[in-house]
């Protein structure tokens, strides 16, 4: 089975002459859009494919990171909510990355999107220098939505650096 029943979203790039919030808001919907590009055609399979060892990288295990990532900084940091991992357990923290052949694109995909569209309405319902109910999971500190956004950017960007090495690993496919 491929991805070609889930298509990607259309990216449109952002505007160039717009506010500081609809152009965070806008970068980040790119970078999304870009990680579902990046998987757009593929079989679980190929979508399982590791990046080169030792690494156990591959594209559907960072969507499931990603969808991690989404539910830690919007749910748990930002609204305060006391919610599990999708994937992480005490066992392998890690086990958002480490895919099995029982984990599917149409599973990960669905949770992704449902926890951007959740991170989405949260959002909705702050200013950029509100703060979140949460604390940064390393520091400790207080983190605005302005300050999420960028480093949501950041990940999200750092992560289609790896998503091109690893489509260009699968089928050649290089850009996009």
Not at 31 to 45: F, N
Not at 137 to 160: S, V
Request: net charge negative; glycine share 6%; aromatic share 8%.
């Amino acid at each position: 089975m491929t991805t070609d029943h889930i298509e990607a979203p259309e990216r449109v790039y952002p505007a160039t002459t717009t506010g500081e919030r609809q152009a965070l808001e806008q970068w980040l919907e790119f970078h999304r859009v870009t990680l579902a590009m990046k998987c757009a055609g593929l079989s679980d399979e190929q979508l399982r494919t590791l990046a080169a060892p030792p690494s156990e990288l591959n594209l559907l295990g960072l969507v499931r990171h990603m969808a991690e990532v989404e539910r830690g900084w919007f749910r748990k940091v930002l609204a305060g909510e006391e919610t599990t991992w999708l994937y992480a357990d005490d066992e392998d923290h890690d086990r958002d990355i480490h895919t099995t052949e029982g984990d599917t694109y149409a599973e990960a995909y669905a949770t992704w999107q449902a926890e951007i569209a959740h991170a989405r309405e949260l959002a909705a319902e702050h200013s950029l220098d509100d703060l979140g109910a949460g604390t940064h999971h390393r520091t400790g500190d207080l983190i605005n939505l302005r300050w999420i956004y960028l480093h949501m950017i950041e990940e999200y960007a750092r992560h289609n650096g790896h998503a091109d090495l690893l489509r260009e690993r699968i089928d050649g496919s290089a850009g996009l």
